[in-house]
C-alpha cells in the first residue's frame, strides 16, 4: 500500500571529505526513528569498521556498472577511483511506506537526484574552515599526506557546488550541527537555507 504524503520527502546530503557528513547523518537517523537511511552501492574495499548492507552495499566494478545500465540507480558517481550509487528500488519502497529518507553522497549524485525528483530537499554539510578540515582529516590516520592533499584539493572544489544546495550547515559543533539538521527536516531551517544572508556570508568566510 503506497503510504507517501506530502510530508514525506526525500533529503539528499552531501559534503567534502572530512566533513562530518556520516557522524551527523546517522545522529539524524537515531534521531528519527521513523525516518530510512538509503545505504549506497560502493564498489570500494570494505574498511575494517565496516559491515556490508549497514554502511554499503559493497560490490565488485562489473556488477556496478550492470546496475547502472540496468537503470537501477537513481544517481551514480565516481570518487577517489571507486564507485557509488543510490538504488532507485530501495528509495521508492521507503518513500511508498511513508517514511522520509536520507541520501548520503557527493554533490555530483545530489545533482542527478535532483534532475530526476525535483521535489527533494538537498542539504550541503561544511566544515567551519579550510584548517579544521585538515586537521579532522590527518586525524583519522588513514591516508598519506599525498592523498590527504588530494582531498583537501577536492574538498576545496566540492564546496564550490554549495550554492546548487537549498541548505548549508557549518558542522563546528556535532550537537549544534544535528539540531539544524532537524529544524531542515522539520520545516524550520530559514536559518541554513541558501537564500539567508548570514549564511552566506558564513560561508563565503569559510572559503575565502
Known sequence: MNKRDEKTRLF???APSGAGK???VHAL???NPDLRFSISYTTRAKRRNEANGVDYLFVEPDEFVSLREQGALLESAEVFDHFYGTSREQVEKHLDAGHSVVL????QGARQVRESMPECVTIFIMPPSLAELERRLRDRRTDSDEVIERRLRDARSDMSHWQEFDHVIINDDLDTAVADLVDVLEGTGETTSTCNPALRTAVERILS
Do not use: Q
Not at 104 to 107: A, T
Open 12 to 14: 539528499v546530503i552531501a
Open 22 to 24: 556520516t557522524t551527523l
Open 29 to 31: 537517523v537515531t534521531h
Open 104 to 107: 548520503e553522497i557527493d554533490w
